[in-house]
């Protein structure tokens, strides 16, 4: 593939990351292109996974894998809350990621969201604690990508837990973190609902060089239950423009960078 081919199927797929689905002539006037050369590309992106082509126009390569789930109206709502709010930080917190970095996913809807703003990427090592987001990855021949081992608790979450969780963790180095999160409060840090996970997502912080929570702005300035870690060991939150600027000026004098998006 040509570099001016390559560069064109990025900028399509940067497309349809932003909005998840585009027509024809949507990238047509996006690529400053022809349909033909729109069509070809697509094609390609198709065979390799990372898009699905639809009447008139292209949608990304949806969560196939979660077929079982297909009528667990809970998981849906999950998946669909702040779901532009999450495309935004999902491309923003995909932008911090350099080649050959080892990167943690904690579980996680918003993480999930930056795995797939990821999948065409290159020499990436990737190590998580969340089923789907392993099985999204795995058959990316750019990405090297670990499941944690453990236990999957709760029904629909992905998540693994438990002491072979965190005794993987601990033998791998990690660059940058993403850590899922239900809370993050300046003065409370970055919480959860269930102590178990809490856990494991705190050994995934501990071993990271940079730590990121991404986060909703219904999140930011609430309160969980269970400690991941406190404000002052995360460096860098992500979070939409429905954020409170007076919660972001409060991470700020904790030191925590405050990306809003």
């Not at 593939?1 to 560069?7: A, C, G, I, N, P």
């Not at 390609?44 to 009528?71: D, K, M, N, S, W």
């Not at 987001?133 to 453990?150: A, F, V, Y």
């Amino acid at each position: 593939m040509s570099v001016k081919t390559e560069d064109r199927a990025n900028q399509i797929l940067h497309v349809l990351l932003r909005h998840g689905r585009a027509s024809i002539d949507d990238l047509i006037r996006e690529l400053d292109t022809s349909a033909p050369n729109v069509r070809r590309d697509l094609a390609r992106l198709e065979r390799r996974g990372l898009v699905c082509r639809t009447h008139g126009g292209a949608e990304l390569f949806g969560p196939q894998i979660y077929v079982p789930f297909r009528f667990d109206a809970e998981f849906q709502t999950r998946e669909e809350r702040f779901v532009k709010e999450k495309r935004r930080i999902a491309l923003a917190a995909a932008e911090l990621i350099q080649e050959h970095e080892t990167i943690g996913f904690t579980a996680g809807t918003t993480t999930t969201q930056i795995a797939r703003s990821i999948r065409h990427r290159s020499n990436l090592r990737i190590i998580t604690n969340a089923v789907n987001i392993g099985m999204e990855l795995c058959n990316q021949p750019g990405l090297k990508t670990s499941l944690t081992g453990g236990v999957v608790q709760w029904a629909g979450s992905f998540s693994l837990i438990g002491p072979a969780a965190i005794q993987s963790l601990s033998e791998i180095n990690i660059d940058r973190a993403f850590i899922g999160v239900c809370g993050m409060d300046a003065k409370r840090g970055a919480s959860t609902i269930e102590s178990d996970e809490a856990v494991v997502f705190r050994a995934m912080a501990r071993q990271a060089r940079q730590v990121v929570v991404v986060a909703d702005s219904s999140k930011v300035g609430m309160v969980s239950p269970a400690l991941i870690c406190p404000a002052t060991e995360v460096n860098t939150v992500i979070t939409d423009v429905g954020v409170s600027p007076d919660i972001v000026a409060e991470l700020k004098d904790k030191g925590v960078e405050v990306l809003v998006v």
